[in-house]
């Protein structure tokens, strides 16, 4: 099946700083996901990025579908931002297709 | 704005016991799923459903069972509660045309198993 690979998996910053996250993926997929789950164990969508680029806020996202990776920006990074970052990809066209998820970034942002 | 409410934040259980945890949404979704989280390895699919009383197996079925009787309803089972079972359990939905929508998720549930 299909692999998700993300990097780092544990990522360390000061407030303020810049950071990217990346999702490596083994096939094709029809749609990728980023999540943000934040230490209370909350899961949020942060961005449906099949291909192309998408922004909202500090946070953007880059999916070249072609050459299978997906990018995860957070720029002037806050305290806030801590979490877990999920990527996941999806194939097949069926309305019930599988999410494969990656195993996650870890991120710490240090006051 | 979608809500998918699972009934507990945390469960304590005993090894042994048969444990439920169920999930509700409000967007008339047709598939729901079931994930569970454990560190190092992801979010990972126990079991979906399309449509009430349909189910399909995920990755990790082995331990699960789950029943889908209303649209809005769907229940995890654990028929007897073993150790390697305490983790975060995720659930979420999703309309059968998505579209660009994403799946929803609920806010997890913490489940220890003593």
């Known amino acids: 099946g299909i692999q998700v690979e993300q990097s780092p998996p544990d990522l360390i910053l000061q407030e303020g700083a810049n950071s990217t996250l990346r999702c490596n993926f083994s096939?094709?997929?029809?749609?990728l996901q980023w999540f943000h789950q934040n230490p209370w164990g909350q899961l949020i969508n942060l961005f449906y990025i099949p291909s192309g680029t998408k922004q909202n806020g500090r946070l953007s996202a880059t999916t070249v579908a072609t050459e299978r990776y997906s990018l995860l920006y957070i720029s002037s990074s806050q305290t806030t931002d801590s979490g877990v970052y999920f990527c996941a990809v999806e194939q097949g066209y069926s309305s019930a297709s599988k999410i494969i998820f990656g195993s996650g970034t870890r991120l710490s942002i240090r006051p | 704005d979608v809500k998918v409410t699972q009934s507990s934040r945390y469960l304590v259980k005993r090894t042994g016991e048969k444990v439920f945890l169920e999930c509700v949404q409000d967007?008339?979704?047709?598939?729901m799923f079931w994930y569970r989280q454990d560190p190092g390895l992801g979010l990972r699919l126990i079991y979906f459903?399309?449509?009430?009383?349909?189910?399909e197996k995920g990755d990790i079925p082995e331990g699960y069972s789950v029943s889908r009787e209303k649209k809005e309803r769907f229940s995890l089972i654990l028929e007897s509660a073993s150790t390697n079972q305490t983790s975060m359990y995720l659930c979420a939905s999703s309309p059968i045309d998505r579209g660009n929508q994403p799946q929803h998720f609920g806010d997890g549930t913490r489940l220890s198993i003593l």
């Open positions: 967007m008339d979704h047709e598939n």
């Open positions: 096939d094709s997929v029809n749609n």
């Open positions: 459903s399309y449509d009430v009383k349909m189910k």
